[in-house]
């Protein structure tokens, strides 16, 4: 039995000692698996073992190189200069003729104010006639004709038949003109509107002849195309004429060529307009002044307006043999001693030759330019309107109104360029007291239309408190009041926030200074509405007592026995004591 245990307990530890899945032998195994193959079925013969292919890689197509589209020298080729002209043709709407309404009083507006420019400067009192006949429902011929100098015959094409040609643009003094490039951009807009040439009539004397042009805008070249020309019959002694037919839109109201004929003789009482409607309808503007506003005078730049590229271009260009001179001869306001102390502060010699400086040391003579105490610019190139033709221009426009005032402000400088600021103001009256201020916007004597909410003017009126002075204003709006706001700005370089020269940019100080010309006007009617609320109160007062002091004195008669001559000597004392005690 031992012997049994002991073989029990060595086939046990064998079979522990064999591996996982071991546990048939080898040849036990041989043999089931011959007997599996022997029972299982033959194979069909198509489905036989046969060789398994391998799937060979789809075929990816070579994918041919792009021809390039452009070359250096094919872009080189096509490259050409764009003449403004071209520019401004696709751009019209940069000069205010983005839609028919407005084309129409831009092209007015233009030819007015080249007219009294051109009256002014050679010191005659202007009349002008303007002109709108109706053509058909959207085409519209204006004339606007003067009694200016001429222009002589060689410069008539080029003035209205070349963008950006004048002589303002590098002059520093009031003017309304400023760039060049406004009668003859009405011009082309009537020539992509209608096709058809502008018109031209100057004489520059009696005893000349009058020539007469049909002119067009070659806009590849910018230059101008001779339709016809000739010598005319024409009534008056010298002037000009200007003629054109364009694609617009007449309307009434505000922002119309009605409103802006108005206003323009508000700005300019020395002038007498005459305009006729497309209707017929004739509008006469007398002339309130019989003389001329100031003759504004050319300056030179001030130097805190001058840019470094500027100033470099200035010290190349100048006929001054040394640094010294070019400061003085250059610009405004510089004597020899602040010439000497621009010079120290930047680190050069005052005799140095301005033409043999470096750009490094023009810029720190650029920078050192701020560091000096420097006078303001002279203000003789300005002409201000002045407050009394405001005032008797704002009779005329708004007759019948209860309160006119006026103020003119001291010049100031922004970018070293000379301003002033003008503001009126006409309250009551006629005017509608529930609906917001009527603001009228002036630059250089040119009413301002368009763009109202982008200028300075309409955000300094905006920013204004009017409620201290007694008004009522909503928050981001002008005061609702029965009140027209004018406000002007004069200045050597108008800073207009686009080519159509609709708004002013806000500059701090334009802004500061419109401000505070409204904020004095606003003291001004806020001190008269106080007064005019205490005389109504007195008015009030006087009929309580016109009312009650005669039963005070009959019931003192009842009381005291008065006779009626004490009883009205009674009355007549108390009349006169209250009327003393409510002096106003």
């Keep these: 039995m031992a ?51 391998q799937a060979k890689p789809a075929k990816v197509p070579k994918t041919a190189t792009p021809p390039r589209r452009e070359t250096a020298e094919s872009l080189a080729s096509r490259q050409r200069e764009i003449s403004v002209s071209e520019f401004f043709t696709k751009n019209r709407h ?30 005659i009192l202007p ?7 109706e053509v058909s429902e959207e085409r519209y011929r204006i004339m606007v004709s003067d009694n200016g100098p001429g222009i002589v015959k060689q410069q008539i094409p080029k003035i209205f038949g070349t963008l950006l040609y004048g002589s303002k643009f590098h002059v520093l003094k009031q003017s309304r003109g400023q760039q060049g490039i406004g009668i003859s951009a009405a011009g082309m ?10 018109k031209i009539i100057s004489r520059t004397s009696k005893g000349k002849p009058a020539h007469v042009y049909e002119i067009q805008i070659d806009t590849r070249k910018n230059a101008p195309e001779v339709i016809t020309e000739g010598v005319v019959d024409w009534p008056h002694e010298h002037g000009t004429s200007v003629e054109m037919e364009l694609q617009a839109s007449y309307k009434k109201g505000r922002r119309s060529v009605d409103d802006y004929i108005a206003q323009t003789a508000l700005a300019n009482p020395h002038a007498e307009v005459v305009y006729t409607d497309p209707k017929g309808e004739e509008f006469r503007y007398p002339r309130l002044a019989q003389e001329l506003p100031r003759e504004p005078v050319a300056i030179k730049p001030h130097p805190y307006g001058v840019e470094l590229g500027v100033l ?9 043999r040394n ?69 008797e221009g704002l009779g005329k426009a ?63 009126a905006i920013l204004n408190d009017w409620k201290n002075y007694g008004l009522q204003q909503a928050r981001g709006a002008v005061p609702t009041a029965p009140m027209v706001l004018f406000v002007h700005m004069a200045s050597a370089w108008v800073p207009f926030t ?19 010309a409204l904020q004095e006007c606003g003291r001004r009617l806020g001190a008269w509405l106080r007064h005019r609320r205490r005389v109504e109160d007195a008015e009030k007062k006087r009929s309580y007592i016109e009312k009650y002091i005669p039963h005070i004195g009959i019931a003192l008669r009842e009381i005291l026995g008065f006779t009626a001559k004490e009883e009205v000597k009674v009355v007549e004392t108390l009349k006169d004591t209250l009327e003393r005690s409510r002096a106003i």
């Design 3 to 53: 012997k049994l245990a002991a073989k029990k307990t060595t086939r046990r530890r064998e079979h522990e000692r064999k591996p996982a899945g071991k546990s048939v032998r080898p040849q036990a195994a041989r043999s089931q698996m011959k007997l599996f193959e022997e029972a299982a079925p033959a194979p069909a013969p198509e489905m036989a073992a046969r060789p398994v292919k």
């Design 94 to 123: 940069l000069l205010g003729f983005d839609n028919p309404a407005k084309a129409l009083l831009t092209a007015i507006k233009e030819a007015v104010d080249n007219s009294l420019d051109a009256c002014e400067e050679a010191g």
């Design 127 to 133: 009349s002008l006639e303007v002109t709108i006949r």
């Design 189 to 198: 807009y009537s020539q992509l509107t209608t096709g058809k040439p502008v």
């Design 312 to 320: 470099m271009k200035m010290m190349k260009e100048t006929r001054s």
């Design 323 to 391: 640094l010294r001179g070019a400061l003085q001869a250059d610009f405004s306001r510089v004597s020899g001693k602040v010439a000497d102390e621009i010079a120290g502060a930047a680190g050069l010699r005052a005799e140095a030759r301005p033409k043999s400086l470096t750009p490094g040391e023009v810029e720190r003579l650029f920078k050192a330019i701020p560091t000096i105490k420097i006078m303001s610019p002279p203000t003789n190139c300005l002409s201000p309107i002045g407050d009394v033709m405001i005032l």
């Design 398 to 460: 708004v007759p019948g109104c209860d309160f006119y005032t006026a103020v003119t402000r001291t010049p100031a400088v922004y970018r070293g360029n000379p301003f002033q600021i003008e503001a009126g103001l006409a309250y009551g009256g006629p005017l509608p007291g529930d609906e917001l201020t009527d603001l009228w916007r002036f630059a250089n004597r040119v009413p301002l239309q368009y763009q109202q909410a982008a200028c300075a003017i309409t955000r300094s």
């Design 498 to 516: 686009s080519e159509s020269k609709e708004a002013i940019a806000s500059y701090p100080e334009i802004v500061k200074e419109i401000r505070l």
